[in-house]
């Protein structure tokens, strides 16, 4: 039986509603994101000689607070993590300690900033990913983010630097699924080294096939912490019922026909089904490799354990409904 936790939010309330929803409609890519970068680097309170001298935490917070009211303008809805959620997974930092995170999603970098933020106060003897070298010894702390478009890429580093967070994340260009396969090398990471936390932020089909080749590396693994936004909107069942199902129905899942086209989407189901509605269905869907998986295809670790949980909270600027699934990886069957 697979045990299904929900979490309540620490905020209690909807945060106000500054767009309507924008499934449907251009939400980005239109030149909102370097003008962002743009209204940041202009803005005389985050210049460096306004900032040098402030604590990191509100050096940083300058930037989120600049990043998000931007967010506030007439089609200029940014698809940030934000803060309801954002808070959350801030705390699970620094309550987990980990050394090494990887984001899949960089987008304009306000989730890199709010989790990175963390990773220099609590490891601040740690070396950094520009000066990382071939020595498995050495006491590594990072966060390393996946980022497709190199024009967001670019505004996220922007703003790193005006955030003071910019030594510790490396943002890497490029399709998430074909970068996974090779990271280890490109990083430089030999194994046993995986990463203590994993944020899930960008395509949402790719999510489950993108943590089942994470898997087959051996870069998650028993200790690992993966954090999946947007498991409420859009919504994400099949990744969901990867990360809820027991290694039995994982090793049982596998014997199912890899599909070889999208399946039709599976709603969430209604809350008093998720005890079991994960493990029918959608777990054979997650033997789907969408296109944008570039060809490659997985079948991920089976035998992993993961405890799973819901965090819920809001989108920030439509206020509608969302969550993130933690999903701790407690071991190997
Ligand atoms: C929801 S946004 C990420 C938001 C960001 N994590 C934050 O909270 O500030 C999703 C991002 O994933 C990127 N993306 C989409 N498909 C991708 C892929 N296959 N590989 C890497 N990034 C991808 C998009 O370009 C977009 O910037």
Redesign the pocket.
């Known amino acids: 039986m697979v045990t299904v936790n929900r979490q309540k939010s620490e905020v209690s309330s909807a945060p106000a509603k500054y767009h309507e929803p924008v499934q449907g409609t251009v939400f980005?890519?239109d030149g909102r994101e370097e003008a962002l970068l743009k209204h940041l680097q202009s803005l005389p309170d985050l210049s460096p000689e306004s900032t040098a001298k402030l604590p990191l935490q509100e050096r940083s917070q300058r930037v989120l607070n600049a990043i998000h009211e931007f967010g506030k303008g007439e089609n200029r809805y940014?698809?940030?993590?934000?803060d309801t959620k954002?808070r959350q997974v801030e705390s699970l930092v620094r309550e987990k300690k980990p050394k090494l995170i990887l984001?899949?999603?960089?987008?304009?970098?306000?989730?890199?900033i709010?989790f990175a933020r963390h990773l220099l106060e609590i490891h601040p003897n740690s070396t950094y990913p520009g000066s990382w070298t071939e020595d498995i010894t050495e006491d590594r702390a990072g966060y390393i983010?996946?980022?497709?478009?190199e024009v967001?890429a670019t505004t996220?580093r922007g703003g790193f630097e005006l955030a003071g967070v910019d030594k510790v994340i490396k943002v890497l260009v490029?399709?998430?699924?074909p970068?996974i396969k090779t990271l280890r090398e490109k990083l430089n990471m030999p194994r046993p080294l995986k990463f203590d936390m994993v944020?899930l932020?960008?395509?949402k089909p790719?999510y489950t096939i993108?943590i089942k080749v994470l898997e087959e590396e051996g870069l998650v693994g028993p200790g690992t912490t993966l954090v999946a936004?947007?498991v409420v909107k859009p919504g994400n069942p099949a990744y969901l019922s990867w990360v809820r199902a027991t290694p039995a129905q994982k090793r049982q899942s596998l014997a199912a026909p890899r599909l070889t086209a999208q399946p039709p989407v599976t709603p969430n189901p209604a809350v008093e089904d998720w005890e079991t509605a994960f493990c029918h269905g959608p777990i054979d869907e997650t033997r789907w490799a969408p296109d944008?998986a570039e060809g490659f295809t997985a079948e991920g670790d089976p035998n992993l354990i993961y405890t799973s949980e819901m965090l819920d909270g809001w989108d920030p600027y439509t206020g509608e409904k969302d969550a993130c699934e933690v999903s701790v990886c407690t071991g190997r069957d």
Do not use: I, P, Q, R
């Open positions: 980005h890519g940014l698809m940030s993590v934000g954002g984001e899949l999603g960089t987008y304009v970098g306000y989730s890199g709010s983010s996946l980022e497709k478009s967001y996220a490029g399709s998430s699924t970068n944020f932020d960008h395509l790719l993108d936004d947007n944008e």
